[in-house]
């Protein structure tokens, strides 16, 4: 069955990603319907699903060529049943060596790709970081010599 390509819509939603470059970057090429590959459609999903409903999400992510209505709905449901926070600059990058498409495209620039920086998420995400980094520096002293010794 083929998909009607629909206007982008315009959403408060859809404008505060655009306060992002990258994600301006990944709205536009959805909108004029590039592939941006597995990774970018995770990216976006991982950031976006703060801004916008799960209906609007899914449209958006149906612009893909390369995503369909089952891709576009289970990765929906991956990113929020893992309750994925929107990944670290670092991370994007990983993300991007692993595909053609450029997620982020400016990777040259230290500012470029930090989505911490430009948008304001739910307190959730930021207490949900916060309590993982706390997790992770226990893990580290238990690890290290002191705590053995």
Excluded: W
């Amino acid at each position: 069955m083929a998909r009607t390509r629909k206007a982008p819509r315009t959403s408060s939603g859809r404008e505060a990603l655009r306060k992002n470059g990258m994600m301006t970057h990944l709205l536009d090429s959805l909108d004029e319907g590039k592939d941006i590959g597995h990774f970018g459609r995770l990216v976006f999903a991982m950031v976006a699903r703060h801004f916008l409903d799960d209906e609007e999400l899914r449209e958006t992510l149906l612009q893909d060529p390369a995503c369909d209505e089952h891709q576009a709905t289970s990765l929906i449901e991956q990113v929020k049943a893992r309750d994925y926070s929107p990944p670290r600059r670092e991370k994007v990058l990983q993300f991007q060596a692993q595909q053609d498409f450029p997620i982020c495209p400016n990777p040259d620039d230290p500012d470029a790709c930090n989505v911490y920086k430009d948008l304001q998420f739910p307190e959730s995400v930021y207490e949900h970081i916060s309590g993982y980094r706390e997790q992770k520096a226990h893990v580290h002293e238990d690890e290290s010599p002191a705590a053995q010794g």
